[in-house]
């Protein structure tokens, strides 16, 4: 079988090429799984450890199969693409089937449809009449884009990318949700591939991205014209970066080390581990790329720009220390934490500047003329020397920002964020009740129809999640497992801000920028499900079967809120049945 099980990777942990005795606290700690660093660790070698491999599934295997040697390197390779495209494949088939049902504007597209269409039309948000959903929906065409300018709450990032879908394919249900069902589709195959990587086992990479494609909130989200699943690609495609760019930094302190010429094997060499430069690192500009468009879309990706800043900087510290620098942290603050700043910070903001281009250029967005108008009346003021620009984008954002803070009007779907981990109160987007006979109701029903879709996470999955967080948890702090940091890292940076705004008017749908990171933690704690290398046959086939059970759930569970997801018609017993907490309701 393949060796998947996180243990199966121990000690690919920064480690000292020495190590120390176990102090008396470490000694306390082991009874809870502590392992002192290092000892682990010791009989691998050093460029395995900056440089993993990745898992192969055992010669057995592929014999039980009847399938040569020959062939099955072959297979092994073509599953590194081969796996994560069949999954991104299912994924788009069920985001994209029946993608403009229900034909409506359903919760927050009549802000986000509308804006994006003037958006990509005019290059700013106009100001839309109230009533005009409806003419949107019966004909299109006959509909003109306000020319006065709207107030908007949003960065224009998210709503670039919903009207290139409208562009494409009209002023419609379709149009409007076509680009976030494509993010969505590619954000599974990005997890897979991340997954892979993180884990160096196709296996859970591929595992990773099926359970993103039959998550429950993810679904709803792909198929909806709202801004946070376009937040959640950008986020998920900067931590990818990350993850590559670290494995190439790796790669060349491994390059760099000396070779002994006894046995082959890589030496640490405290000199270059202390003093070596790692270039051009065109991975990590990629994140701060792309960490701009997050923050483009959705301010709360400034959070995240911060705690993934400060993940790489430590991912550099632990290679030097592992390569065997005596002060890696001196060595990271000489060579390291300047370009790192370089790379990200300055060329988010960048980024974040250019996505307003629109309102920049067009000279007619909203606040636009401020700073102008302000000069007439104080000739400048202490900030007259920036661009005119320039400054009435800053008083922009602080009245956006003094919006935000102060939102707190109540709403029917708010929720504490405390409590979205276990779906205390998902939103519901869009309800109505067909009599029998209509809008797909059986004639035979006795009473109305249910017709909801409800942005609900697969009860299961996200229950599982729960637990796999405590596993990741402990494998980061007990066995400073870089990969359980890396995931708790991606969900605290996505769920740790909203809990300083628990007066503000918020909603269950906000985690599903770190739904991909909660697959990955339940990916990982199915991998210490089947155990690790080395385990007994009874041992690995027992924890096998309990993950196959595990997931075979998660999808079922998945298909059971089906109707639920896509706002199919249900007799309303059967939509009774599936509110599992009052809450839903």
């Not at 000892?39 to 900056?50: K, P, T, Y």
């Not at 082959?264 to 430069?277: F, N, S």
């Not at 468009?293 to 790489?312: D, E, P, R, S």
Request: proline letters at 7%; glycine letters at 10%.
């Amino acid at each position: 079988m393949t060796s998947t099980a996180p243990e199966a990777l121990e000690g690919q942990h920064p480690v000292a090429p020495t190590v120390a005795e176990p102090s008396s606290w470490q000694r306390r700690l082991r009874r809870h799984g502590y392992r002192p660093a290092g000892r682990s660790s010791l009989s691998i070698g050093l460029r395995e450890r900056l440089v993993p491999p990745y898992t192969r599934p055992s010669p057995r295997l592929w014999s039980l199969l009847g399938i040569s040697p020959g062939t099955a390197h072959r297979v092994w390779r073509l599953a590194a693409w081969g796996g994560p495209l069949l999954v991104a494949l299912v994924a788009g088939l069920l985001r994209f089937w029946n993608l403009g049902r229900p034909r409506a504007v359903i919760f927050d597209e009549t802000y986000y449809a509308k804006d994006s269409w003037a958006l990509i039309n005019q290059g700013y948000e106009g100001a839309w009449p109230k009533d005009i959903d409806k003419t949107i929906l019966s004909d299109p065409g006959s509909v003109l884009v306000p020319i006065d300018p709207g107030y908007v709450v949003h960065p224009p990032v998210g709503k670039w990318v919903i009207g290139v879908g409208e562009k494409l394919f009209g002023f419609e249900p379709f149009g409007w949700r076509f680009m976030v069902a494509l993010l969505g589709t590619l954000s599974v195959l990005m997890l897979c591939r991340i997954g892979r990587r993180l884990f160096r086992s196709t296996f859970l990479g591929c595992l990773a991205g099926l359970l993103l494609a039959v998550d429950g909130l993810h679904f709803v989200m792909s198929r909806t014209a709202l801004l946070d699943q376009v937040l959640m690609f950008f986020v998920l495609a900067a931590f990818g970066c990350l993850v590559v760019d670290r494995d190439r930094a790796r790669a060349r302190l491994a390059a760099a080390l000396p070779v002994d010429p006894d046995d082959g094997l890589l030496r640490p060499d405290a000199d270059v581990a202390q003093h070596l430069r790692l270039g051009w690192r065109p991975w990590r500009l990629a994140a701060g790329v792309m960490l701009g468009l997050a923050a483009g879309t959705k301010w709360n990706g400034l959070y995240i720009m911060v705690g993934f800043g400060l993940m790489t900087v430590l991912w550099d510290l632990g290679a030097r220390r592992t390569a065997g620098a005596m002060r890696p942290v001196a060595a990271v603050v000489r060579r390291d934490l300047v370009p790192a700043f370089v790379s990200v910070v300055p060329v988010a903001i960048a980024t974040y500047l250019v996505s307003w281009s629109g309102w920049i250029f067009t000279d007619k967005g909203y606040f636009r003329h401020w700073a102008a108008e302000q000069d007439k009346l104080n000739g400048g003021g202490t900030w007259g020397f920036l661009p005119e620009w320039l400054r009435s984008l800053w008083h922009y954002e602080t009245e956006v920002y003094k919006f935000h803070v102060g939102l707190s009007s109540p709403h029917t779907y708010e929720s504490n964020p405390w409590s979205w981990l276990v779906l205390g109160r998902p939103v519901s987007y869009f309800y109505e009740s067909p009599a029998p006979g209509t809008a797909g109701c059986p004639a035979g029903a006795t009473e109305k129809c249910a017709q909801e879709v409800l942005a609900l996470g697969t009860p299961l999955l996200w229950w599982s999640a729960c637990f796999a967080l405590l596993y990741v948890l402990w494998r980061w702090a007990f066995r400073r497992d870089w990969r359980a940091g890396a995931i708790a890292c991606g969900v605290l940076a996505g769920w740790a801000p909203w809990l300083l705004y628990q007066e503000r008017t918020i909603f269950l749908f906000y985690a599903v920028v770190f739904v991909p990171f909660l697959c990955l933690a339940v990916a990982m704690m199915i991998g210490a499900m089947v155990g690790p290398a080395g385990s007994s046959e009874r041992r690995r086939t027992f924890g096998a079967v309990g993950a196959g059970v595990l997931v075979l759930l998660i999808v079922w569970n998945f298909i059971y809120f089906w109707p639920l997801y896509t706002g199919t018609s249900i007799p309303l017993d059967q939509w009774r049945n599936r509110m599992w907490l009052d809450t839903w309701v």
